[in-house]
């Protein structure tokens, strides 16, 4: 691990990353049903079905087949799962310029903490976890336990997989084979829901699972629309309010729709709120509820955050979990930024696990956090 770390920087050194590292210093309403494979807006004139009111009976619909699983992303030409190295490129290049560095010193310097702490702050590790990480160093280097700049590196690769680990363990999202899941995606505006969603539904779908996606996101007819594309292509079902309508009955409708066909998931769209609005936070909580309704149950409440957004994830996390109980964290975007350090920061300050990583926008850009994995690629 040490002579790979070594042998990765001298070949960086020689040929462009010094010059990286220089540039790095300088600087309420109500939801309507419609169905499945082959959607069929509600006319507007449909009755509302109220949260907890009997299920709109189905059979006005015509009765859509379960969906045969598709292989995945066969649009995007992919047919495997995109390699996080591959996709972490950023974050890698950004830390093999620090590491370079730290390595070509020979000895472990102030600069050398300087530069780490820096490399840290800048893969937004976050300030609190960057120090903590140091201090667990600093007491290695106090102790003897490492003594050149090559043990520090792999020290910090240890340290860094230990904290991740410490809370994710399996990454896989709950499901209970005799209910009907729902999944419920959350979080604040642009960060990738409903993507990831689409995703999802081709992932579960290809697994043999029987999907229903839920249109939760009314606001705007045109995150409706988008759903819907996502649903089809993966061949799951698909649930649909009217532009303005109750995101509950939507969820509630959807619910009932999966029972009645014994589909056993349902992933629930919402609109994007900023956690900091209280009455948006209140409409998620009564979302919530209503997804628990039978045969419902609410198995995974998965925040979605922007690896981009840097720190406010941290406080976007903290938000959303204290409303609604966040089981596991969705960090998109990971491809094409050097943030990835956001990572660390909510499973050691917040203690929630981060279950997927988004990697593209593609439908398999989208694999499961693996702290061995994500370490690696981000340092090697
Ligand atoms: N590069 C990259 N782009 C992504 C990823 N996930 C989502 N996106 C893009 O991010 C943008 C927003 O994605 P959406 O899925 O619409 O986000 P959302 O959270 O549903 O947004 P709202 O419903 O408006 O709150 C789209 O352009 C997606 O293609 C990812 O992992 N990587
Ligand atoms: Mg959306």
Same mark, same amino acid.
């Given at each position: 691990? /040490?002579?790979?770390?070594v ?5 960086v ?7 990286a590292?220089l540039i790095?210093r ?6 309507t ?5 082959q959607p069929t $807006?509600?006319?507007? @004139?449909?009755?509302?079905?109220p949260?907890?009111a009997?299920?709109?009976?189905t +059979?006005?619909?015509p009765e859509?087949?379960?969906?045969t699983? #598709? $292989?995945l992303?066969?649009q +995007?030409?992919?047919?495997e799962?995109p390699r996080?190295? *591959?996709?972490?490129g950023?974050?890698r290049?950004?830390?093999a !310029?620090?590491?370079t ?5 020979g000895?472990?310097?102030?600069e050398t903490w !300087? ?8 893969? *937004?590790?976050?300030?609190?976890t ?17 003594t050149?700049p090559?043990?520090l590196?792999?020290?910090l690769?240890?340290?860094?997989g230990?904290?991740? #680990?410490?809370?994710?363990? *399996? ?5 209970e084979?005799?209910?009907?899941? =729902?999944?419920?995606?959350v ?13 999802i539904?081709?992932?579960?779908m ?7 996606v839920a ?6 007819a045109?995150?409706?629309?988008q ?8 061949g799951?079902?698909?649930? #649909?309010?009217l532009?303005?309508g *109750? $995101?509950?009955?939507v969820?509630f409708d959807?619910?009932q729709h ?8 349902v992933?629930a769209d919402t ?6 609005k209280?009455?948006?936070?209140e409409?998620?909580k009564k ?7 039978? $045969?419902?149950?609410?198995?995974e %409440?998965?925040?979605? %955050?922007d690896?981009?957004?840097g720190?406010?994830?941290l406080?976007?996390?903290? @938000?959303?979990?204290?409303a609604?109980? =966040?089981?596991g964290? %969705? ?5 094409g ?8 920061a909510?499973?050691?300050?917040l203690?929630i696990? /981060?279950k997927? =990583?988004?990697?593209? +926008?593609?439908?398999a &850009?989208?694999?499961e956090? &693996?702290p061995?994995?994500?370490v690696?690629?981000?340092?090697h």
């Open positions: 691990m /040490v002579p790979l770390i042998t990765l920087a001298v070949v050194v020689a040929l462009s990353l010094t010059a590292l790095a300088g600087r309420a309403r109500r939801g049903l419609s169905s499945g494979d $807006p509600r006319p507007a @004139e449909s009755p509302p079905t949260p907890g009997a299920p709109r009976p +059979e006005s619909a859509p087949p379960i969906a699983p #598709r $292989p992303a066969t +995007e030409g992919q047919a799962p996080l190295r *591959d996709r972490l950023a974050a290049k950004m830390f !310029a620090y590491a560095s730290v390595l070509a010193r000895s472990i310097s102030s !300087a530069e780490l702490e820096e490399a840290l702050i800048r893969a *937004d590790v976050g300030l609190k960057a120090r903590k990480l140091l201090a667990d160093l600093r007491d290695q280097v106090t102790s003897g336990a490492v050149t090559a043990d590196m792999a020290a690769e240890t340290l860094m230990d904290t991740l #680990r410490r809370v994710s363990g *399996d990454s896989s999202l709950a499901f084979p005799d209910t009907t899941n =729902v999944w419920l995606f979080g604040v505006n642009g960060v990738g829901k409903t993507t990831t969603i689409g995703k539904a081709a992932r579960e290809a697994s043999g699972r029987h999907v229903v249109a939760g996101d009314t606001f705007r045109a995150a409706i629309d759903l819907e594309l996502w649903a089809k292509r993966a799951a079902g698909f649930v #649909r309010g532009p303005g *109750d $995101p509950s009955a969820i959807a619910v999966a029972g009645a066909r014994g589909s056993n998931l992933l609109a994007g709120r900023l956690h900091t209280a009455n948006l936070m409409e998620l979302v919530r509820r209503v997804a628990e309704r039978p $045969p419902g149950k609410v198995t %409440v998965l925040l979605v %955050v690896a981009t957004t720190q406010n994830g406080a976007q996390a903290r @938000e959303f979990t204290s609604i109980g =966040v089981t964290v %969705v960090l998109t975007k990971l491809d930024t050097a943030k990835g350090g956001i990572v660390v909510i499973q050691e300050e203690g696990p /981060v997927l =990583v988004g990697l593209g +926008e593609g439908q &850009d989208l694999v956090f &693996d061995e994995a994500f690696t690629a981000m340092l």
